[in-house]
């Protein structure tokens, strides 16, 4: 009778297989981001001579622990991080204590409200004396989704000279952007770019692609404003008084390159398995073209593709996301 009622008799998976499905089940972008932060809180931890795990604090105790470390906390350079590398981090350390059975979110819970303040406090100070990252992130995407540009060849090789800043009859401001040589167009006798010159409108309201444009102008040195590689490094540890928030050296290409890896970086995005690259900006410009139903013919003079067959290769991209 026993035989009939076994594990093995109705199938039960064993201990260790569920504990292999549970870990299956986990996303491996976010059990590296786990790991990465939970690293960092232990080394930060072994430099203070503090033994106990972060699961083994009591509330009151670890929220102490905790107001420290936010304002101590650096990369391993010595210098800040980002503000929203600081957003992933408590998300980490908090899934990381939800995994180990700890009763309190360090989140949510108000037993962590004054280490929260904490925290809150130096990524606004960040953002304040940094704001070059999301300045840049912002031109990278609009300029992408505006003229179609390749994610990160085209991008690399622009120079500011390749823009113009008009208006038109009306007196609406718009950007105009021409084409100069890439890694695929060199130019000379062969040179074929693009059949017109592309425009971003003004719009108005916060998000104004243009107002953000002439924004980034007026954070560049001033001998870089219209004469100079686009994208250029970002000056850290500024002061709240510097309105210049770029460096006089050009960004490197590697930084161009990863510019959606870092965008998603700490979104529901990155937890999906879906793969985000700079190419997914372009893929979202085709398809937005696509569903306003605008002739092949005509994207492919917005995007500079060879060829309207070249839009074959473009699924579907999802805007909303």
């Given at each position: 009778?026993?035989?009939?009622?076994?594990?093995?008799?109705?199938?039960?998976?064993?201990?260790?297989?569920i504990e292999e499905l549970k870990n299956f089940s986990k996303n491996p972008n976010t059990v590296?981001?786990?790991s990465f932060w939970l690293n960092v809180w232990e080394t930060w931890c072994k430099q203070k001579n503090i033994v106990n795990k972060i699961e083994e604090n009591e509330p009151e105790k670890l929220n102490k622990l905790l107001e420290t470390f936010y304002a101590e906390v650096k990369n391993k350079n010595g210098d800040d991080y980002e503000p929203d590398s600081l957003r992933v981090m408590i998300a980490a350390l908090d899934r990381h204590l939800n995994e180990k059975g700890y009763k309190f979110s360090i989140i949510r819970d108000r037993e962590f409200?004054?280490?929260?303040?904490?925290?809150?406090?130096?990524?606004?100070?960040?953002?304040?004396?940094?704001?070059g990252k999301p300045l840049i992130s912002s031109m990278w995407w609009l300029l992408t989704q505006f003229f179609g540009l390749r994610g990160r060849q085209e991008h690399h090789a622009m120079k500011m000279e390749d823009f113009q800043l008009c208006k038109n009859d009306e007196g609406m401001e718009f950007v105009q952007f021409t084409e100069g040589p890439?890694?695929?167009?060199?130019?000379?006798?062969?040179?074929?770019?693009?059949?017109?010159?592309?425009r971003m409108f003004s719009v108005g309201g916060e998000r104004c692609p243009?107002?953000?444009?002439?924004?980034?102008?007026?954070?560049?040195?001033?001998?870089?404003?219209?004469?100079?590689?686009f994208y250029l490094s970002i000056k850290r540890n500024r002061t709240l008084n510097d309105n210049i928030w770029f460096k006089t050296q050009p960004m490197g290409v590697n930084t161009i390159s990863n510019?959606?890896?870092?965008?998603?970086?700490?979104?529901?995005?990155?937890?999906?398995?879906?793969?985000?690259?700079?190419?997914?900006?372009r893929k979202t410009t085709v398809s937005k073209l696509k569903k306003a139903n605008v002739e092949r013919s005509d994207i492919v003079k917005v995007t500079g593709h060879r060829s309207v067959q070249s839009l074959d290769d473009y699924d579907e991209a999802d805007e909303e996301e």
């Open positions: 009778m026993a035989g009939l009622f076994s594990k093995q008799r109705f199938g039960f998976a064993s201990e260790t297989t590296k981001s786990t409200h004054s280490s929260k303040q904490v925290l809150e406090g130096k990524a606004r100070q960040l953002r304040q004396s940094g704001m890439t890694k695929t167009r060199q130019g000379g006798l062969q040179s074929k770019n693009r059949d017109f010159q592309p243009v107002a953000i444009f002439k924004q980034f102008v007026e954070r560049r040195p001033l001998n870089m404003r219209w004469s100079s590689p510019m959606m890896k870092t965008t998603v970086a700490g979104t529901s995005l990155e937890e999906s398995h879906k793969k985000f690259t700079n190419h997914s900006a």
